[in-house]
């Protein structure tokens, strides 16, 4: 039976999309055909052929195959800011029927979908909706990736409750290191552990080439099992 899993962070800048597309490897390691998709990015170059996340091209990069571009990101904004309001200064609304009906496309597709998430799990998507609803509406385990950096204890724990509170799973977590001089790094993700009900999939430690066959080295095999199970 497909599990598809939602990835989401702590905050943006915390390595979803690297995750994501580690992730993406390893399954396609084992054989199976899977598709990335981020329904939402903010942040996006103007090319001949549309804007362009790059985040998602990323996501397209390791996927089994090659998707048209407005199903691995329907809503798709210049300005680097907050979605809900890149969607209101272009004159629109974030409509999370329609991320699901192009998450459905992608999915009759592919054996797994991997949908990556914008910034933290209460980021508003419209007047009344926040990622959480997204994830909510599109019913799928979560893995939360937390940014090793000052502040993660709180914005991990917090993150965590919330996704028990919108009722859904979390399969696991993983450790990603964004600061490289991040002071008592083990001890942070020991804080993390003892008080999180749900398996450390993985620690990245930080990584300024971002290889992705390197940083799938450093998750756990629980990990692509979490997303089967």
């Known amino acids: 039976m497909q599990k598809d899993l939602f990835i989401t962070g702590t905050d943006t800048g915390v390595g979803k999309t690297v995750i994501s597309c580690a992730l993406l490897s390893m399954l396609k390691q084992q054989g199976k055909t899977v598709l990335g998709m981020k329904p939402i990015a903010s942040g996006c170059q103007q090319t001949p052929q549309g804007l362009r996340n790059e985040d998602a091209e ?8 090659s998707m048209p571009y407005s199903l691995v990101n329907p809503y798709a904004y210049e300005a680097p800011i907050a979605p809900h309001i890149a969607a209101e200064q272009s004159g629109d609304k974030i409509d999370l029927e329609v991320i699901r009906e192009r998450y459905l496309a992608l999915s009759a597709q592919c054996d797994q979908v991997i949908v990556e998430g914008v910034g933290g799990w209460l980021v ?7 990622i959480a609803d997204l994830a909510c509406q599109l019913d799928m385990p979560v893995l939360l990736v937390v940014g090793l950096r ?38 942070n993700v020991a804080a993390i552990k003892n008080r999180i009900d749900a398996p450390l999939l993985g620690t990245v430690l930080f990584n300024e080439s971002l290889d992705i066959s390197d940083i799938s080295g450093h998750l756990s095999s629980r990990l692509s099992v979490a997303s089967s199970e």
């Open 124 to 130: 508003p998507v419209n007047e009344t909706q926040t």
């Open 58 to 65: 990323q996501l397209i990069r390791f996927s089994s195959q």
């Open 150 to 187: 000052l502040g993660c204890i709180n914005h991990a724990l917090l993150s965590y409750q919330a996704i028990l509170h919108a009722g859904l799973n979390c399969v696991g977590w993983v450790a990603n290191q964004v600061e490289s001089d991040m002071l008592r790094l083990d001890e």
